[in-house]
């Protein structure tokens, strides 16, 4: 058989990537996205992600002439942290990217440095701690059982591997149990304790972290990458005034771009920037960075912050219908975009694994998650996790969230 060659070889052979982006979009169109992690983004953050910038090199951070030009027009931006490109035309550039960390203030209400150049949020926390710590340094978090992140010690990630790591977890009733933090830091003394999780389904009392910070002279920072959105829309607590570094995701709740960001005090902007570019990154995703840029003009909209609220409200109507239909959910409800039912006291036979497994089979997305107290490996866990963000953006209302648990209620009972 000859070998079809040029354009329409090469063409087939992009049409394989082309044709799984496509079936990949209509999965996403038809399946029930309860993935409290993800969420669809806008035409403009694709396009921002699409575009043209993705061919242009700008390592480190905009020029000095860039950043008065900036100020010109926007008066009110102060400028913090490191100056200067390691490339020349990068004038396109260094506004957006000026751009980008304008916004992101005014969309968290802050003065706080931002650095918005990570690649992701495990990115922005590998670069936080290097800001700040040494490695052997002890870092006082919140278990990955309990609720934490990978990047928040466990041992098999560069933080557990780089740091010394003592964890803080939940009570019998799956709350942050701060006693217990607050004990484990006066004796650890540790040199940053970390507030934020990826399956927490409360609100985080920073203040009272912040003052366990202060009394064990500990440098304080939040990863609010899963409620972030919450946080800009005023349906979470701020950690801005009281944290030392704040890092998140771009791509969660705040319904932007796959990436990451740093805030931090105006004090630690030159060591934040450096551990990003030349520390731990070299050029950034400046296409990524504009797409960042777009998702902060939307999150300063009125229209996002009443999202933020459907979010809310969705997720506790989707809780309470489960609740009602008695299962049990980790502490009892949510204050947030995600809840956790707890499988292991109604339906012990079943794992979170294969509630999950037989969801997917019924076009209905979520992941399995461990539980306080977990008695399952992780790779099948005693419960799953809910999210409403995707969802909500698509349109649901509290009914559609009721609608779907009795759904879910349906096809678990016949497992
Ligand atoms: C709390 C928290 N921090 C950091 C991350 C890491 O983000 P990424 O997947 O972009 O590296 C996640 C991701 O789920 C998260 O939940």
């Not at 390592?59 to 008066?75: K, L, N, V």
């Not at 970390?194 to 002279?217: H, K, M, N, P, T």
């Not at 204050?335 to 012990?348: A, K, Q, V, Y």
Request: proline share 3%; charged share 20%; with cysteine.
């Amino acid at each position: 058989m000859r070998r079809r060659v040029g354009r329409a070889w090469r063409n087939t052979v992009k049409d394989t990537v082309f044709d799984a982006i496509a079936r990949e979009e209509q999965r996403q169109n038809n399946n029930v996205e309860l993935i409290a992690s993800e969420n669809f983004v806008s035409a403009d953050v694709l396009r921002a992600a699409g575009s043209v910038l993705t061919n242009k090199y700008a390592e480190g951070y905009p020029e000095r002439t860039s950043i008065e030009a900036f100020q010109r027009q926007y008066p009110d931006y102060v400028h913090t942290g490191s100056v200067g490109r390691y490339y020349g035309g990068c004038e396109n550039i260094d506004f957006i990217e000026l751009y980008a960390r304008y916004m992101f203030q005014k969309a968290f209400h802050t003065d706080y440095h931002v650095n918005v150049q990570p690649h992701s949020g495990s990115s922005a926390n590998l670069a936080a701690y290097m800001a700040v710590l040494q490695p052997g340094d002890t870092i006082l978090s919140m278990s990955l059982d309990n609720g934490g992140h990978l990047t928040h010690g466990s041992s098999v990630n560069f933080s557990g591997k780089t740091y010394k790591m003592v964890f803080y977890g939940v009570d019998d009733n799956g709350y942050i149990d701060y006693e217990d933090m607050r004990a484990k830091a006066l004796q650890c003394r540790p040199a940053l304790i970390l507030a934020g999780a990826s399956a927490y389904s409360r609100i985080i009392d920073f203040a009272r972290f912040a003052a366990v910070a202060q009394e064990v002279g500990a440098y304080f920072m939040v990863d609010m990458a899963h409620i972030a959105g919450l946080v800009a829309a005023g349906d979470h607590p701020s950690p801005f005034g009281l944290a030392d570094i704040v890092t998140t995701t771009t791509h969660k709740t705040l319904r932007g771009t796959r990436g990451g960001l740093i805030f931090c005090r105006a004090e630690l902007a030159r060591k934040v920037d450096s551990a990003v570019f030349p520390g731990s990154q070299g050029g950034g995703l400046q296409h990524v960075v504009a797409a960042k840029a777009i998702t902060a003009c939307e999150a300063c909209t009125p229209e996002y912050v009443a999202y933020i609220h459907r979010v809310v409200a969705n997720t506790r109507a989707m809780c309470d219908e489960f609740i009602q239909m008695g299962y049990q959910i980790v502490t009892g409800g949510t204050d947030n975009h995600l809840f956790l039912i707890d499988l292991s006291n109604t339906h012990p036979h079943l794992s979170g694994r294969m509630v999950q497994d037989e969801l997917d089979r019924h076009g209905i997305t979520l992941n399995k998650n461990c539980v306080p107290n977990e008695k399952r490996s992780p790779r099948d866990a005693s419960g799953v996790r809910i999210g409403l963000a995707a969802m909500t953006t698509k349109g649901w209302s509290e009914a559609d969230c009721r609608a779907c648990a009795r759904k879910i209620d349906e096809i678990i009972r016949a497992m």
